[in-house]
């Protein structure tokens, strides 16, 4: 009778059959009985861009354990949460980044085997910053700037310096202070001087320890 069970290496999830009874089995088949998927613990590969690689491993060598968590497809919904398990030696060159490798226990098979998800990783956590929506961000031959609405319904170009970035919130290191409005829409049409209409005022309110800077949605008021 031992010869009529099959025990698997493995524990996991079984695909649909490859056989079906009456088929002749051979031990050296290529395509076997079904195929096991391991799926608790799962692994999830993700990319990120080489510039942030640096952060990445200043935690990892600081010896600090990097949560990971998956959404599904929209981003809206979180499946799972696990940790980062490792990175890879090198990175791409054709694309500038490298891979990440993360592990979920998926107790609950909220992950399966090839499914695409969406990754976020909280690499560090920057209490007291000023942060402006990424909308506002405009890129030039010096850098980075936003616009800057003034007392009289004008627009001043602001130099910044920009750090992490989450979501769509950005990190302004230097060129903004707390409650300065900036343009969030329409920017593309401004220039320095530029009149503006405040069309909207829609207070922002940050998460605990972020000091937003207030924002308004403008547009370039037409000429008579």
Avoid at 39 to 61: A, C, G, T, Y
Avoid at 110 to 122: E, G, P
Avoid at 137 to 156: H, P
Avoid at 206 to 218: D, F, I, M
Wanted: charged letters at 20%; glycine letters at 8%.
């Amino acid at each position: 009778m031992s010869y009529t069970n099959i025990t698997a290496p493995v524990t996991g999830r079984l695909g649909l059959r490859l056989v079906d009874p009456g088929n002749m089995v051979r031990a050296n088949d290529t395509n076997g009985l079904v195929i096991i998927t391991q799926i608790q613990p799962i692994s999830v590969v993700f990319s990120l861009p080489e510039d942030v690689l640096p952060s990445v491993m200043q935690q990892l060598n600081a010896g600090k354990n990097l949560t990971v968590d998956a959404y599904d497809r929209s981003g809206q919904k979180k499946l799972a949460q696990g940790n980062l398990l490792a990175v890879d030696n090198q990175i791409d060159l054709s694309t500038g980044t490298v891979k990440l490798k993360s592990q979920f226990a998926n107790t609950d098979a909220a992950l399966f085997a090839n499914q695409f998800v969406n990754v976020k990783m909280l690499v560090d956590t920057l209490k007291g910053v000023l942060t402006v929506p990424a909308t506002a961000l405009q890129n030039g031959a010096s850098g980075s700037f936003v616009y800057v609405v003034k007392e009289n319904q004008t627009v001043s170009v602001r130099p910044v310096q920009l750090g992490a970035v989450d979501g769509e919130r950005v990190v302004v290191q230097a060129g903004l202070q707390v409650g300065e409005a900036v343009v969030v829409d329409g920017a593309d049409k401004l220039r320095e001087g530029g009149q503006i209409k405040l069309i909207t005022h829609e207070p922002i309110t940050g998460n605990a320890g972020v000091l937003p800077v207030a924002e308004n949605k403008q547009q370039r008021k037409k000429e008579d």
